[in-house]
């Protein structure tokens, strides 16, 4: 931290200007991202209150999305942070991730690509590799179930089988299918190869009677629906 200066505590505060308390109170919408934190953290250092401190952690990293691939050894790097408290931080921030993957319960639906796309997003978008996903859905667009290991790294024509796409999908009866795959760049943008695949698994699709509804492509922040850009009809 810059220059050690004695600042007021969290609890030398008012009662109505504590985080904890206009949280208890107001709900959480009005809280910064530091006030956040700081109530993770819980106490300060002799010249900076929790808040300070976690005002620190976010000007060094960013956001809470970067902050979570920080390690333990890293964070206990920063003044008033000890192995207790990263710890603290680490485990908030694997319970967020989690909350927001939640599990897709059988029978559940999705209306709009972007339901899929905000279910997926947190899941896939800070993979390293490609991850190839296919959610089966019964005759009334229901789910059944989601098939996690259809593959996992570049995607080609000749390594995405149909066999293998359409593998679990068959073996629970599926109607249709949705199939779900990230960018590790970023850019949800179809490739050739992508666009080369969808047909393929589409044409595959027909040929057993398992509708292909869409192919999304997850990138960071951003996604791309092939059926909303026409690739599937």
């Not at 790294?153 to 149909?162: E, M, Q």
Request: proline share 4%; charged share 25%.
């Amino acid at each position: 931290m810059k220059s050690a200066r004695k600042h007021p505590t969290i609890k030398q505060l008012p009662a109505h200007e504590r985080p904890r308390e206009r949280l208890i109170h107001g709900g959480d919408e009005q809280l910064a991202d530091a006030e956040l934190l700081g109530i993770i953290i819980r106490d300060g250092t002799i010249n900076y209150s929790a808040v300070d401190i976690a005002k620190e952690i976010l000007s060094k990293y960013g956001d809470f999305r970067k902050l979570y691939s920080v390690s333990i050894n890293e964070l206990c790097k920063i003044d008033g942070i000890g192995p207790a408290r990263a710890a603290q931080i680490k485990a908030a921030l694997a319970i967020a991730k989690r909350f927001s993957k939640t599990s897709i319960m059988p029978g559940q639906q999705f209306k709009h690509s972007k339901e899929i796309y905000e279910h997926f997003h947190e899941q896939l978008r800070d993979k390293k590799q490609e991850v190839f996903l296919a959610v089966l859905l019964d005759n009334k667009n229901c789910i059944i179930k989601v098939q996690t290991d259809v593959f996992k790294g570049s995607l080609t024509s000749s390594i995405v089988h149909p066999r293998e796409a359409f593998k679990a999908a068959i073996k629970e009866s599926a109607a249709s299918v949705i199939f779900v795959h990230n960018h590790p760049s970023g850019d949800p943008e179809p490739s050739k190869e992508d666009i080369q695949i969808t047909q393929r698994l589409a044409e595959a699709g027909n040929i057993v009677g398992i509708k292909v509804l869409d192919h999304i492509i997850i990138g960071n922040g951003r996604f791309v629906s092939l059926r909303e850009t026409g690739i599937i009809s």
